[in-house]
């Protein structure tokens, strides 16, 4: 019996029509098995409320968000108000996603602010965190990883500890097809559950990196490692179902 509860959440990145979303849907409600694991989705900000309206109808999936504004509203073109997301009962928000790191240049000091203000609408935050190629290199991981929980997590109110949810996302393996083995992974998890600024032994800690259905079970298997972070397999239906499945067996 594990302690933590598996989580498969899928980040579907700037992808999906609506048409897909009404086929991805069709599919996964021909799901016969009855799931054990939380299985979450993150859409283009677009999509969340018509996400939630399908996920509230076939209630089994529940809808966040890939990235939220450090404010709650004002004169911010573009940016997604977490307070809107609250209002429309957005359950989840991913901060500190590698793409929005790199591509985007987010550091800790503002993940640390958007962590704050998501927490203080009480969404459930994912908090991504993980080191590049020439980091894992240099031998490097451990003080990249123990930097990016410090400071993206600063000030954290431990009475909101539930609330967290980390994903270890090594960059050189998203959307690359090189996985992490689960001992890479396994090592990282259990390094940053000893990071963390409350009792950890409750905190969910996702992998995430080119996790398909072939791999899944074999990173289930370890004992820090509570679900994944998907983003290429859970944009199809059947991939994503199996990987629901794995979970629940895994449970
Ligand atoms: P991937 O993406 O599964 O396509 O590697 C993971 C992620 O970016 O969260």
Redesign the pocket.
Known sequence: MRKREIHIVG?W?MNQTLHEISQFFVEMTKMKMELKCKAWIAPQAIHIPILKEIAFTTGTIQIGAQNCCEHDSGAFTGEISPLALADLGVEFVIIG???RRTIYKEDNELLNKKILKALSHDLKIIY?VGEALEEREANLTNNVLEKQLREGLANFPVEKSHLLII?Y?PVW????GKTASAEQAEDAHAFIRSCLPHDSEETIILY????KPDNIDSLLRKPNIDGA??????LKASDFRQLCSSASIAM
């Open positions: 980040n990145k996603h590698s793409e991504c994903a996302e393996a998203i959307g690359t995430g990196g080119s996790v972070l998907v983003g290429g397999a859970s």
